[in-house]
């Protein structure tokens, strides 16, 4: 059975900061949400968790591109992660959670996969 | 089988080189090493002496220290004279007892030579050679106003200038018709004299004196053999030194006519188990006053020892390049022409006071000698061309004219040899350099550590750096320093562009010098340049995405994604109501709660969404922001100084606050910290510091790019005895010029030591104005300090900049559930073991 998804409003467009990230809260946990206004695409959503600390707090990290890529570097330990696939530029082996996002009106909407409980209480 | 001895006889310059030689040699381990040392300190830098009147003390002229010679089983005795030596017994005798040697150093230097003047003994009468004279010298200054120096050579004028720099009216007396007569030609010591003159130094030369007699206006009077004299209040010889080979001459070894210690290639001497190194010995009819040639014998030595055949000392260059009291002066080779047939081209420019004399072969090919002075940056070039025989170019006055008139550019250091020599202090040629690269080496730091080049005097610095370059290159490694794949350029080169061109952000420089979007590596460096240039607020909309978290959200971040808080504190001095208030607001949050090294206090484990309101809590209560986040100044710790301490001369805590007061805020390459002391005891640890400032009985002694960390630097004495207002304007040119030229994250350390010509450079700068930038430095300074804002209270009076704040954005309550607590010795504490 194919798990539902749903598509949530996580925020509003204001809320986001250019060149930069922020952290939303969803069903799936803690989610990264960035918006490099001179890209395009220009939004990508992956999780916030660092996978090197546990911490959350890959929204705070500062946003760039690396031989065309564009990436987050972990503001912990400096590793630098894909924002298209979520992989881990020094450690392949590690990758983050991505997820679809988009533009309605001027709500910011992320696809996110229903968690195991919701599925089973549908 | 059982050690045999080796006893050294003279803990000097040479004698200590030697042991570091043999120490780290093979045979190091066949002898117990025993030293008699004369002096009762330890081996110091006697090149260097006259730092002893500008601050520097016995410990900052060392050569080695106690430790090192117990590490190395080397038993040393100091203030221990040796009396005699039998030869027959293989002993030497000291006051204290007799020691049987196998082999026999003799490392016993030279005196000072004192003319045979009738009352050259009266107690102000004093040499210029250990530090117990100059301790001397210093007392029986303390209460004179005017100091003779008799010998107008190379040692006399530097004795002149400490007159000088203790306060007295200086003047030299000179024999000969000429200052620096072994140098210098008759033009260049008249150009010499005018330039010393001028900085109020009194010169008489073709004087004689024949008695020194109690004076009428001052202490004593030295009467002239032309009938004139001369009244003052002190006396310094300094008319030549003589080998110290009196053991020698009473064990009857060979010594030299005129003294000395004879001895062959290998440094033996007569007596096969008896050497001599340094200045007391006599090689081919010469005795070498220089350290260079005595380090050189000090590694042959211990070659020999070490059972070499083919190690030999053949003799050494005598070119010297120095500042007599400021003034450039050079000496290379046959200065005076004596070769047959050589043949001169002079310069003379008297207005300035430049004179360059070269001596060229007879045939106009090679150079044979030169004579410099006013101005020493023609040395270098013209040192290679003689050392190495390399043939002058068609039109070879060019070398020594000035660069307006046709001046040829340096010779490159692709012209130069392999053996031609880079750096004379630890004898490394071009050739050691090529090996040390072809063995790996691809940086100046690393080929500095590899070879010792350019550790010494430092006097090799350039030369090195460019023949490093030339070679890196030549083997295709490119000399990167592009910051990062966005930029070609460095953090200097960057600066420059911002600042010239008016540039505000990110995107315009990125746009116009640099391809992509960035990284994390050149946008925070941006960020701090743009904050450098024009200081508007860090979280001004352009700068948020440049910078590290820890400056966005101006606290650091800590590894479970809180943060810590440090409010500043300037010089550590605090009230007892801001205590009460960081303390109450600790409790609030449940932050755990710690001094710092710093002389403050860290608050930590505050989420990200609690980090305005607390500081409106504390900016109510009149704190401010400490910047522990940012590469900038830290803190200016201090001890509490002649206020409350019995020893403090000035009030420490005073100039640190005003210090803090004025640097905080300032972005920099790395960060800056500071301390003041109140007097030399140096309670607050200035000497470890990126700017250091000892209080003194006339005002402050400045100390420069120190730190403790990783890699511990001491600070090197930058000026001493400076008013406030001089202090703070060298502090300002200091720091202004370290911001602009450095790299990104390169401490002040590692940035002057890659400054060409390191700190005498630094000191050109700043304190001689050398470039001309002085007073932009410290307009820029100046523009920085009224601009100043405190980062917090702009955000947390900007409901905009608030907004960053939040944890989620769209769920203000939720509190991040990695983040879980414990308690430990009454404090929380986070729990983060997963990942
Ligand atoms: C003010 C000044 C500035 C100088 N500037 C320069 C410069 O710019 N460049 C340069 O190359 N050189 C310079 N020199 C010269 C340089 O210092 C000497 O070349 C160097 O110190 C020689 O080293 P040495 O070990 O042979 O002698 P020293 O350093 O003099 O050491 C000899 C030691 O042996 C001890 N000794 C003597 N007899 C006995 C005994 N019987 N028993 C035990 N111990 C004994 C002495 O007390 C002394 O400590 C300068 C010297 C002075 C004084
Ligand atoms: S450095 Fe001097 S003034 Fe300061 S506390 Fe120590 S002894 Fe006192
Ligand atoms: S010494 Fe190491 S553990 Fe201690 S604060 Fe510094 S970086 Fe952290
Ligand atoms: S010549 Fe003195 S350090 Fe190289």
Redesign the pocket.
């Known amino acids: 059975m194919k798990a539902r998804t749903r598509w949530d409003v996580v925020c509003m467009v204001e809320d986001l900061v250019p060149e930069s990230g922020i952290a939303v809260w969803t069903e799936d946990g803690p989610v990264a949400v960035f918006y490099l206004p001179h890209r395009l695409p220009a939004l990508f959503a992956v999780s916030h968790t660092d996978p090197f600390s546990g911490a959350n707090v890959l929204a705070r990290g500062i946003t760039g591109d690396l031989k065309g890529e564009p990436v987050v570097a972990s503001p912990l330990y400096k590793q630098h992660f894909s924002l298209r696939t979520g992989i881990c530029l020094e450690d392949e082996s590690v990758r983050l959670k991505t997820y679809p996002v988009l533009l309605d009106g001027n709500r910011i909407r992320l696809e996110i996969p229903a968690t195991q409980q919701q599925t089973q209480a549908a | 089988m059982s050690k045999k001895t080796l006893i050294v006889i003279g803990n000097g310059m040479v004698g200590h080189h030697f042991l570091e030689q043999f120490a780290a040699s093979p045979a190091a381990t066949e002898y117990d090493v025993l030293v008699f040392g004369e002096e009762k300190q330890l081996a110091y830098d006697r090149v260097h002496l006259s730092e002893y009147f500008s601050g520097s003390t016995h410990a900052d002229l060392a050569m080695g220290t106690a430790d090192w010679y117990t590490d190395h089983h080397i038993t040393l005795k100091l203030g221990e004279p040796v009396l005699t030596i039998d030869r027959d017994g293989k002993t030497v005798t000291t006051p204290a007892g007799q020691y049987p040697y196998d082999e026999l150093v003799l490392a016993t230097g030279s005196y000072p030579f004192v003319p045979p003047i009738e009352g050259n003994d009266n107690e102000h009468c004093f040499v210029y050679r250990t530090l117990d004279d100059l301790d001397a010298i210093r007392a029986s200054a303390s209460n004179a106003k005017t100091g003779v120096v008799v010998g107008g050579g190379l040692l006399g004028l530097e004795a002149a200038n400490a007159l000088k720099s203790l306060g007295l009216e200086a003047h030299v007396v000179e024999f000969a018709p000429r200052l620096m007569p072994v140098q210098l030609d008759a033009d260049g010591g008249a150009v010499l004299r005018g330039k010393i003159e001028e900085l109020g130094v009194r010169v008489h030369t073709e004087k004689a004196t024949t008695a020194i007699v109690d004076g009428e206006t001052a202490r004593l009077r030295m009467n002239f053999s032309d009938g004139e004299f001369l009244e003052t209040d002190l006396i310094v010889f300094s008319a030549g030194i003589r080998p110290q080979d009196t053991l020698a001459r009473e064990s009857e070894l060979e010594v030299g006519e005129r003294g000395g210690i004879v001895v062959n290639n290998q440094c033996t001497t007569s007596d096969p188990h008896i050497h001599a190194i340094g200045e007391c010995a006599l090689w081919n009819q010469r005795i070498f006053g220089l350290v260079a040639p005595g380090y050189t014998m000090a590694r042959t030595l211990s070659a020999v020892l070490n059972g070499d055949g083919d190690a030999a000392f053949t003799g050494a260059d005598m070119s010297t390049k120095l500042k007599l009291l400021g003034v450039d002066v050079g000496s290379i080779g046959d200065a005076h022409g004596q070769t047959a047939g050589a043949r001169n081209i002079r310069y003379n420019d008297e207005q300035a006071g430049h004179y360059r004399r070269m001596v060229v072969s007879s045939d106009g090919k090679k150079l044979l000698g030169a004579i410099l002075v006013g101005d020493n940056s023609y040395y270098d070039t013209l040192l290679q061309y003689a050392l190495n025989g390399i043939d002058l170019p068609e039109s070879a006055e060019s070398l020594i004219l000035p660069e307006s008139q046709g001046g040829a550019p340096a010779l490159g250091a692709d012209a130069l040899p392999d053996t031609a020599s880079i750096c004379s202090c630890h004898n490394v040629t071009k050739g050691d350099i090529c090996g040390a690269i072809d063995a790996g080496c691809s940086d100046l730091g690393g080929i500095k550590a590899e070879t010792k080049a350019s550790t010494g005097c430092g006097g090799c610095a350039a030369l090195l750096k460019n023949v490093v370059d030339s070679e890196l290159e030549k083997r295709g490694v490119e000399v990167s320093k592009d910051i990062c794949e966005h930029f070609p350029y460095s953090r200097q080169e960057l600066f420059h562009l911002v600042k010239v061109n008016g540039i505000r952000t990110f995107r315009t420089l990125i746009s116009q010098y640099g391809k992509g979007h960035g990284c994390d590596i050149c946008k925070p460096t941006v960020g701090s340049i743009l904050a450098t240039c024009w200081n508007e607020h860090i979280l001004a909309t352009d700068h948020v995405p440049l910078q590290d978290t820890n400056d966005t959200f101006m606290a650091n971040m800590q590894k479970n994604g809180t943060y810590s808080i440090v409010p500043r504190i300037p010089g550590g001095e605090i009230t007892p109501d801001k205590l009460i208030v960081l303390g109450q607001v600790a409790k609030e949050y449940d932050l755990y709660t710690k001094i710092t090294g710093g002389q403050r206090v860290d608050l930590f484990g505050a989420t990200l969404s609690q980090l305005p309101e607390i500081w409106e809590k504390l900016i109510a209560a009149g704190f401010e922001t400490g910047h522990a986040y940012g590469k900038s100044l830290r803190t200016v710790k201090s001890?509490?100084?002649?206020t409350w301490?019995?020893?403090?001369?000035q009030d420490?805590v005073g100039m640190a606050i005003f210090l803090e007061n004025r640097y905080k805020g300032l972005r920099a390459p790395h960060k800056v910290k500071m301390a003041v002391?109140?007097?030399?005891?140096?309670?607050?640890e200035a000497q470890s510091k990126d700017i250091g400032v000892?209080?003194t009985e006339n005002g402050w002694n400045l100390y420069v790019c120190g730190n403790g960390g990783m890699r511990p630097r001491h600070a090197d004495l930058f000026v001493t005895d400076l008013s406030d207002e001089e202090l703070i304007r060298t502090i300002d040119r200091v720091l202004m010029f370290y911001v602009r030229t450095a790299d990104r994250l390169q401490r002040t350390s590692v940035w002057m030591e890659n400054l060409e010509g390191g700190l005498d450079y630094l000191k050109e700068v700043v304190l001689e104005d050398s470039l001309g930038i002085g007073a932009e430095l410290e307009e820029h300074m100046e523009g920085l300090v009224g601009t100043y804002q405190c980062e917090w209270k702009t955000a947390v009076e900007d409901p905009e900049k608030r907004k960053r704040f939040r944890e989620f954005v769209n769920a203000p309550e939720k509190a991040d559930p990695v983040q879980q607590w414990t308690t430990e010795r009454d404090q929380r504490r986070p729990v983060l073991e997963s990942a």
């Not at chain 2, 301490?645 to 001369?649: E, F, L, N, S």
């Not at chain 2, 002391?677 to 607050?684: F, K, M, V």
């Open positions: 001890c509490v100084g002649s301490c019995r020893y403090g001369v420490s002391s109140g007097c030399t005891r140096e309670c607050a000892i209080a």
